[in-house]
Nanobody
Framework: QVQLVESGGGLVQAGGSLRLSCAAS?????MGWFRQAPGKEREFVAA????????LYADSVKGRFAISRDNAKNTVYLQMNGLKPEDTAVYYC????????????????????WGQGTQVTVSS
């Protein structure tokens, strides 16, 4: 069992930045960030492979968000710049154990472990 602990959420004005962190208690194959706004389904934000740092992004965050990893600390980060009110959501860190084709990183069903979530609120 891998435990994930997120931190770094908060309230920020539009155009501002936040960095989320996710510390994992063990190693898996890949990590992802998802978000869920009130009344909406959980959606993919970004993912990264532990082995080679390969990354994937949702179109809505490309060029604004950056996912990175620190292998020594078993920690994944999500740097969020140019935040918009529509980025407001609870952000969840997730980890996948299996060696999937990378196209599956977009799907919540590919992940085995989830963090508790951290609130990000962007005011206009």
């Amino acid at each position: 069992q891998v435990q994930l602990v997120e931190s770094g959420g908060g309230l920020v004005q539009a155009g501002g930045s936040l960095r989320l962190s996710c510390a994992a208690s063990g190693r898996t194959n890949f990590m992802g960030w998802f978000r869920q706004a009130p009344g909406k389904e959980r959606e993919f934000v970004a993912a990264i492979d532990w082995s080679d740092g390969f990354t994937l992004y949702a179109d809505s965050v490309k060029g604004r968000f950056a996912i990175s990893r620190d292998n020594a600390k078993n920690t994944v980060y999500l740097q969020m710049n140019g935040l918009k009110p529509e980025d407001t959501a609870v952000y969840y860190c997730a980890a996948g154990r299996r060696a999937y084709l990378r196209g599956r990183y977009y799907s919540t069903s590919s992940y085995d472990y989830w963090g508790q979530g951290t609130q990000v609120t962007v005011s206009s």
